[in-house]
């Protein structure tokens, strides 16, 4: 099965992932639909296409096969459940199921012949609102937010992220913020860094995804303050907690950085008038979000994966 490589768009990044037999390897990626693009045997290497992705395979030499990995990739794809069900037919294995996560993606996890891990995923697709807003408007806004993060209690942290008031959200990020960091301060170091299983982040990668979360949210709160409906875009987390080398920094640093950026975004917050937690941001033109909306978001954040960082500490 082959494609053109010409007509192939340019990536912007391409995943090398280490395989102990490539004809194996590649038999395995074409049942799940990937296609070939070029193969050079001798030098045990082969590009894959799927869907306007772009995948090398390299033979590393000394793999027994059949082994694990740290090397994975995250595909995102447009409709996650077809591409599951296509995957499980043609006998990949399911190492986490098709799950809606609460950071608003739906995905599951595979790995190949080599253990190395796959997470598959598209966004969740906001359910139409039963009511119309007051003044006309579409209406839509992602029901996550809403549901979860705004008027609603989260199932995995118990928070109720919309109760306390705006004039709060300063405060409350901030020791949430100081909170989590003393977790990191006192883990042990190697238990940081670990873990629990491989689609599941460690405790430290956790800590960096909420330092990132804090610096992202400052940025787009003070932008949306400062234009009019700016759009906000979109934030690869996954990419920048697998491209970071996060497992690699000092925790200390780590928390230093918690301290701060939760510091500073408490100050945006508490420097805002009334009427300006009402100003908003779009995101993919048509995703809207108001500044209040994103404090709440932030706070649930730090709160939930304080939580997920200390069932990683605790886990075997």
């Not at 990536?11 to 049942?31: F, K």
């Not at 799940?32 to 772009?54: D, K, P």
């Not at 007051?134 to 809403?146: E, P």
């Not at 405790?203 to 009019?228: K, N, P």
């Amino acid at each position: 099965m082959t494609d053109s490589w010409e007509d192939a768009p340019v990536p912007n990044a391409v995943p090398v992932l280490p395989v102990s037999d490539l004809g194996a390897a590649v038999a395995w990626y074409e049942r799940v639909g990937f296609s070939v693009r070029t193969r050079y045997e001798a030098n045990g290497y082969a590009i894959l296409g799927y869907q306007g992705t772009e995948l090398h395979l390299n033979v590393a030499h000394g793999m027994p096969g059949a082994t694990e990995t740290w090397s994975g990739c995250y595909l995102r794809v447009a409709d996650v459940d077809e591409v599951h069900a296509r995957w499980m037919a043609a006998g990949a294995r399911e190492v986490g199921g098709l799950v809606d996560q609460p950071w608003g993606i739906r995905e599951f996890a595979t790995e190949d012949l080599d253990g190395n891990l796959w997470r598959v995923g598209s966004p969740v697709v906001a359910a139409e609102p039963e009511t119309s807003p007051a003044d006309g408007s579409a209406g839509t806004t992602d029901q996550w937010w809403h549901g979860i993060v705004s008027s609603g209690t989260c199932a995995g942290c118990g928070l109720r992220a919309g109760e306390p008031p705006v004039g709060q959200l300063a405060g409350l990020i901030r020791d949430a913020a100081h909170r989590f960091g003393t977790v990191l301060a006192d883990a042990d170091d190697d238990a940081v860094r670990t873990r629990p299983a491989p689609e599941v982040w460690s405790a430290l990668e956790y800590g960096a995804h909420v330092r990132d979360t804090l610096g992202v949210f400052t940025e787009r709160i003070v932008r949306t303050r400062q234009e009019d409906e700016p759009e906000l875009g979109w934030w690869d987390h996954e990419a920048a907690i697998a491209e970071g080398f996060t497992n690699e920094l000092e925790a200390a640093l780590v928390v230093d950085d918690l301290g701060e950026h939760a510091a500073r975004l408490a100050a945006v917050l508490d420097s805002l008038p009334a009427d300006a937690w009402e100003r908003a941001g779009t995101r993919r033109g048509t995703e809207r979000f108001t500044i209040e909306l994103m404090a709440r978001f932030t706070l649930h954040e730090v709160v939930h994966h304080l939580g997920d960082a200390e069932r990683s500490l605790s886990a075997p």
